[in-house]
């Protein structure tokens, strides 16, 4: 792009922004689809991230890789290009969960208030993402499913089985 639709591009990205004076993040004023900020330029759709990585980085705004949010940026929509970074959507899944597994580590206690020892806990991983799972609140939830499954009837169930195998 031409420095002349620059300048139209950074007019129309300048308008709908809305600065927090607290975290210094670009918020986006104007019109959004599928809560995508956007801005219309030659009759094409144009996502402001994008459009401000291209103005202030330098970004190719065909380029096939994303513009992404650091992880001390707070807000998701912000496209400040000094909260922004150029890379892969498998960069982007790693860094979030990089910050998810920080915020995790933070945490003294777990969410019935057992607070966080060595060796009452363990890390959990599902899809990439760690969680930290209390001891104390395991034995907690094995009991509650001890109890459910002796009220309803064990015994019955345990003979059903067992004649089952011999047949
Ligand atoms: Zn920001
Ligand atoms: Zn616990």
Known sequence: MGRKRNWTLKRQLLGGRVIDSITNCWLWSGKTKNEHAQLHYNCRAL????????????????????????????????????????????????????????????????SRGHRYIDGNWYWYEYRGFRKRICHECNKIKSKEWRDKHNKTGDTENGRHNSDAITW
């Open 47 to 110: 996502g402001v991230h994008r459009v401000s990585a291209h103005i202030y980085m330098g970004f190719d705004i065909n380029s096939p890789l994303q513009v992404l949010h650091k992880a001390s940026c707070p807000n998701r929509h912000c496209f400040n290009p000094e909260h922004l970074y150029i890379g892969t959507q498998s960069q982007n899944i790693r860094d979030t969960v990089n910050a998810r597994t920080h915020k995790e580590s933070r945490k003294t206690s777990c």
